[in-house]
């Protein structure tokens, strides 16, 4: 008989929370264990073991969760994300650093009480990334992960320590199984591009601009993008970001090669994004009118970066590049989400 897996989702109210959470109840094998400070939307609450509403930030609700559960998988979601940190960065840090810090040290208790190793999967971003001018960062192209690791945001500076705090204990889990073959952390890190739902639009993000043209043509309202229409970063459709957590959870650990691994699936410019909104909703009213923040933040990131290293150890292989996201997935199901 297959044992039921227990997964545990932070940040489970998230744009890509909800989306795991239906494709991990479809799949059937996991009971999912949730925890965000917001109630799980109808859609999906049904489809889980059991929500916990509160903050990662409370030890009580960990010590809980590790009294009840043999959790053996950690989708750790939750995050402020950029634009929102640049406003609060204290509470950033608090949020993206101490609450990671603790679902690690969480991690490390589960994997010491049933001795085996807690998968820890862990969504970090081109945000790590500070290149130094726009000139630059065109001229570059893609970036390797160890590359240009000078991020300019609150949350990009946690995601990039977070990513050490993991291969921190990872490392530690390496060299304590190999001792006593006892559990501990399995650390592993995805580098997202900019993510496009067509379910969901995003909050407090800075690669924003594109999911939010897209869902304001459908809608019918006027959007004032804030970058340039030249501004280029990586980016993927929303069930590809899902199907590649999923795959690097599944991953055998002798295959990874690192820790950390960019994707991506295209690079479009604004104006690329734009022209093929245009063709979905010939009537979108899109101007410019760029923010300088947010122009710069957006600035700091990459045009593209490279995955190779994620192609070849865990076989990623996004479905969609940028014309099948927008015909295939993005302009159908947006339609048929604002229908009427
Ligand atoms: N997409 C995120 C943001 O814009 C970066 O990971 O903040």
Redesign the pocket.
Known sequence: MIRNKVVLITGASGEMGHSLIQRLSEAGNSSIITIDLQPLDPGVRDRVTKEFTGSILEDHLLQRILAEFEIDTIFHLAAL???RSEFTPITAHQVNVEGTLKLLNFAQAQGESHARPVTFIYPS???AYGMKSVEFKNRVGAVKEHEWNMPTTM?GCNKLYCEHLGRYFTENFKQLAAEKLSGKVDFRAIR?P??ISAETV?S?????YAPEMIHAAAKTEPYACFVKPQTRIPFMAMPDAVEAILRLAAAPREDLTQTVYNITAFNPSAAEVHDLVLKGFPDAQITYEPDVKRLEIVESWPADVDDSAARADWAFAPKYDLESAFSDYLIPRIRERYRD
Do not use: K, Q, V
């Not at 407090?204 to 924003?208: C, I, P, Q």
């Open positions: 994300l950029s634009t971003s081109i945000a949350y997202f900019g993510l995003p407090g993000g800075t690669s924003d």
